[in-house]
């Protein structure tokens, strides 16, 4: 596998040289290769959103590099835009960032901006649309008028309309009631599988992340503590809880049945998975339901 | 950043300027005013000077944000001297083409930048040691006798903290708007100057859309705590005038009379 994304010895402070100095993320060093989905979890103020705008260059590290493709981004401030079409990046909250007339002009307003025209950019536009979930008939509507979720799809598909290689979304699920969740998560998924790019999704939700992600980077107190597969990360539990992170709850309970001797096995992650193994466990054991 | 701007800001403290009434700052403040733009002459403007530089020095404030707070002017003190410094009368002490260089011109370009100077110093340390709502709140007992003509000052006071309230908050917002902005490949340090108004466009509409929403939202909130504009309402922190206040009054009083003894005892330069 390619590597797309790498960084090395990155760090940020806040404020540099001023008494409100903070470091903020501290020497990162890892690769992401093409076509993974990528979870990033952490706690509050762990450097996670700061470590993601570095990503396309929205932030500029204070030390450190961030390699895209193999190129430092930061080698020709002047190209840096060109960065930020290739790194995709959704915010939280982005439905805040809507202001044209219409969502379809919103949607092309990156793409736009990338130099896509003519049939190119209705091509673009509609098919972000289609993979953030935006209704045809939404098209023609003012941005403004439309629901909470439906203007956050609306702002993901404004980021994906610039085909950017890697996506990068910062809890885009915040603030949506459960099946808005679901909705959103599997679209995003959807997208992953059928366009084969890079995806980083930042999340406090760690049944998403458990759910979707290849590797997992977790994140404390500025510092990189993890980055390994899902399975593995969310089988060191206590290490996780000792940082105020969870696993997810299925994760718990199984991991609680292997400690009172069931045989069962570690870095179950879904509740499919669980009835998988417990299934024939039950049937072996004699349990009646 | 937009944040990095330290003029207007509050820095919380317990020196003794901190602690005099607010409404005696604001009286000090507007002599003050007066009292620079009447100096005429450079005693008369070295008494003013040295006042407020003792009266910073009070303040306990690092003078670095002082500095900080200058930053933002520097471009009209520079303006309005290079202006003041070609535009005196007299004889020209130089002369290139139709540019001359007179003594007027440079007392002239002095004393402006020193009193844009002295101003900008005397207001920062205003808001530096007086938080906003002491701001307002001396600002509605000040203007309480406006009143009798049936001028609405609780609902001015109470629309000048909000809007103070929200500064922060919208440069806050600002930020994240650019920024998301940017991500989508908006273009705000080049072109020309129209491409440049163009480039506002994606950040102003949805700031003025996120500024009406927390309107709604912060009136919502008001009404919920029932409030119904001024009439009866009490203070948490009422605010006195103590024998604090009596010596700045008297100080100030001083710093006139001094510049009004300079002004007269010597010829003016401006």
Known sequence: MSCILELKNLGFTYGKGTPF???????????????????????TGSGKSTLVQMLNGLIRPTDGQVFLDGKDIWEEPKQIRNVRFRVGMVFQYPEYQLFEETVYKDIAFGAINKGL???????????????????????????????????RRAAIAGVIAMEPDVLVLDEPTAGLDPMGREILLSQIVNYHKTRGNTVILVSHTMEDIARVADRIIVMNK??????????????KGDMLSKIGLQVPQITNIMQDLKQ?????????????????VLAPLMKREGATW | MVRDVSFGQYFPGRSIIHRLDPRAKILMFIAYIVIIFCTFNYAALAVTTLFTAVFLVMT???????????????????????LNLFYGTGNPIWQW????????????????SVRIICLILASSCLTFTTSPTELTDAIE?????????RFPVHEVAMMMSLALRFVPTLLEETDKIMAAQKARGANMDSGNLLSRVKALVPILIPLFVSAFRRAYDIATAMECR????????????????????????????????????????????V
């Open chain 2, 60 to 82: 306990k404030i690092a003078p670095k944000f002082y500095v900080k707070s200058l930053k933002v002017i520097i471009f009209i003190v520079i303006f309005t001297s290079l």
């Open chain 1, 117 to 151: 025209t003519g049939d190119e950019l209705d091509r673009a536009v509609r098919s972000a649309a289609k993979f953030a979930g935006v209704k045809e008939n939404h098209l023609e509507k003012s941005p403004f008028d439309l629901s909470g979720g439906e203007k």
């Open chain 1, 260 to 276: 009172r001797g069931f045989d069962v096995p570690d870095g179950v992650l879904t509740v499919d998975e669980a009835v998988a």
């Open chain 2, 97 to 112: 083409g139709i540019i001359k260089l007179t003594m007027n011109g440079i007392n002239r370009a002095l004393f402006v």
């Open chain 2, 141 to 149: 007992r000040l203007m309480k006798p406006l009143k009798v003509i």
């Open chain 1, 21 to 43: 100095e903070k470091r903020a993320v501290n020497n990162v060093n890892l690769k992401i290769n093409k076509g993974e989905f990528i979870g990033i979890i952490g706690h």
């Open chain 1, 222 to 235: 500025s510092e990189l503590v993890t980055f390994d597969d899902t399975k593995k990360v969310f089988a």
């Open chain 2, 226 to 269: 029932c409030y119904r504009g001024g009439a009866g309402r009490t203070r948490m922190k009422s605010i006195h005038m103590g024998a604090r206040d009596v010596i700045a009054f008297a100080v100030t009083a001083l710093v006139i009379a001094g510049v009004i003894v300079c002004n007269i005892m010597m010829a003016a330069v």
